[in-house]
Nanobody
Framework: QVQLVESGGGLVQPGGSLRLSCAAS????????MGWYRQAPGEQREMVAT???????DYADVVKGRFTISRDTTKKTVYLQMNSVKPEDTAVYFC?????????WGQGTQVPVSS
């Protein structure tokens, strides 16, 4: 079993920056994909960024050039650096780990973007 705990959410002003962290406990194994998803009020959950165990990254078009996903394998932690945030980035951000056919989710962390 894998547990994911997010941290770092909170109110941020438009144009500001924020870094989210997701720590994995348990045994994620050597082959997995971790990522960040978000869900705005009244919207479906969408992929923001993913990173594979091999280091390959993928981003949603709307965050390319503004957000960066990274990881610390020794700490089993993945990060999402959010720069130049916009009001439309307001959402609950969820950490996700995919291991084969298994999918694990964190509890989510809120990121309101407002002045």
């Amino acid at each position: 079993q894998v547990q994911l705990v997010e941290s770092g959410g909170g109110l941020v002003q438009p144009g500001g920056s924020l870094r989210l962290s997701c720590a994995a406990s348990g045994n994620p194994s050597s082959f997995y994909v971790m990522g960040w998803y978000r869900q705005a009020p009244g919207e479906q959950r969408e992929m923001v960024a993913t990173i594979s165990s091999g280091g390959r990254t993928d981003y949603a078009d709307v965050v390319k050039g503004r957000f960066t996903i990274s990881r610390d394998t020794t700490k089993k932690t993945v990060y999402l650096q959010m720069n130049s945030v916009k009001p439309e980035d307001t959402a609950v951000y969820f950490c996700n780990l995919r291991r084969g056919l298994e999918i694990f989710w964190g509890q989510g962390t809120q990121v309101p973007v407002s002045s």
